[in-house]
């Protein structure tokens, strides 16, 4: 199975990294002001092609798991969250299906449901069946 190819080198502009930083402070509730060291950060982060939509999806998973207690809130630390191969991880991590989507290879087939009365019935008539058999053998 092949890995998924990194994503696009893109074009960023000031608006793009402005609105990105807006967006994050907007859902962190933190007022950070957006110097040249955090813009540079941003470009690099949205340079990889990575969405504003990536972004609200790796801080509201975040959110979710500090709230769990299963990680730091460091975690939403602007430094930390914008090292691209951190960012990456945490936003793939957000999209894992615990569990295999069903199919329908593996889904055993709808039986009908029967009447308690059947039910009774067939296995009466089980049992009658092994007493003959289990009589045939002695």
């Keep these: 199975m092949s890995e998924p190819a990194p994503p696009a080198f893109c074009p960023v502009d000031a608006v793009a990294i402005g609105q990105a930083h807006q967006l994050y402070c907007q859902l962190t509730g933190q007022t950070l002001r957006l110097a040249f060291d955090r ?3 941003w470009y690099e982060l949205l340079r990889l092609g ?3 939509q990536e ?9 979710r798991e500090i709230r769990a207690q299963r ?3 460091g975690a939403l630390k602007l430094s930390n969250l914008l090292q691209p191969d951190r960012f990456e991880e945490d936003l793939q991590i957000s999209r894992v299906r615990l569990r295999p989507p069903p199919s ?6 709808a039986t009908p ?8 019935r067939g296995r009466q008539q089980a049992l009658e069946c092994l007493r003959q058999i289990k009589a045939a053998l002695r």
């Design 39 to 41: 813009e540079r950060m």
């Design 50 to 52: 990575y969405s504003l």
């Design 55 to 63: 972004l609200r999806t790796v801080i509201t998973y975040l959110q």
């Design 71 to 73: 990680r730091n809130v």
């Design 104 to 109: 329908a290879q593996s889904a055993p087939p």
């Design 113 to 120: 449901a029967r009447p308690p009365l059947d039910s009774q």
